[in-house]
């Protein structure tokens, strides 16, 4: 991960996130860390938590080159331990904690509930799943603390549509809006605000590795898209910023889809994923 895969020059600059503090899972990612440096150009404090000390300070760096302030913490969301000590990290180093974004996701072999491993199985649920628990149950009192907050969790579309090889990661994906759900009911009261963002297919590195590169992977999946292409990282950060933002406030318990028109045109079983 370098700095120069987050189009900085593509991101929406001006104030909506002014006074807000972001804490960002999977920040040093394409997609978490171009949803960090959004957040920090719309005027948030943000930090980058990975499981990977050069990747969040690489998106820490390039959130610092155009003037925003963020900070790094390295998290494993499946440990317990990391997650809150991210969460007090966020309150340590900011004051407060108002906005949760749950990148986090853990890369497993493709499979079928005959070929997946037990340990795959497992390890996508933690990371997927049980990572998002984690980390909100150590953020809810923080953001009840200062009058509320927002959620964001990062789900996909294939959380709503069941795809051949992908078991798995459909399976936590699908839970990961449900429990969405749950924890906006939870906490309505307390002005938090909890939704879910379901990204389709994005040009990633780690999205096009299968197909050869990104300009391939967006030759072959692009046109299972209505839109005809795959999606761009700043898309998914514009799309979080809207949830993030009071442009939102009247929704929570949603679950929005950015996917190019992938479910409307192609959500059937010949779409392999």
């Not at 949760?100 to 795959?120: H, I, R």
């Not at 998002?132 to 150590?138: E, G, H, L, S, V």
């Not at 953001?143 to 907050?149: D, L, N, T």
């Amino acid at each position: 991960m370098t700095v120069s895969l987050i189009p900085l020059d593509a991101l929406r600059r001006g104030d909506q996130l002014a006074g807000r503090v972001a804490l960002v899972t999977g920040g040093g990612g394409e997609i978490g860390g171009a949803i960090a440096a959004q957040f920090a150009v719309q005027g948030a404090a943000v930090v980058v938590a990975d499981l990977r000390p050069g990747a969040a300070a690489n998106i820490v760096a390039a959130i610092e080159s155009v003037g925003g302030r963020a900070v790094a913490v390295v998290c494993d969301v499946s440990a317990p331990d990391d997650a809150r000590n991210a969460v007090a990290a966020a309150v340590a180093a900011f004051g407060k904690l108002t906005t949760l974004v749950n990148t986090a996701a853990t890369p497993v072999p493709d499979g079928t509930v005959e070929t997946t491993s037990f340990e795959d199985w497992e390890r996508t649920l933690r990371v997927n799943l049980t990572g998002a628990f984690a980390m909100c149950k150590y953020a809810v009192p923080e953001m009840r603390a200062c009058g509320g907050g927002v959620i964001v969790n990062l789900a996909s579309q294939l959380g709503q549509i069941g795809v051949p090889g992908r078991v798995h990661y459909s399976t936590s994906k699908a839970a990961l809006i449900q429990f969405t759900k749950c924890v906006a009911g939870d906490h309505a009261r307390d002005n938090i605000r909890v939704n879910s963002l379901s990204p389709g297919s994005i040009n990633t590195a780690a999205s096009s590795r299968r197909y050869g590169g990104r300009a391939e992977s967006d030759r072959i999946r692009g046109p299972w898209h209505l839109l005809g292409r795959k999606g761009r990282v700043e898309e998914i950060a514009a799309a979080a910023l809207f949830l993030a933002s009071d442009d939102s406030s009247f929704m929570t318990g949603a679950d929005l889809l950015v996917d190019g028109g992938y479910l409307a045109f192609k959500g059937t079983l010949d779409t392999m994923g």
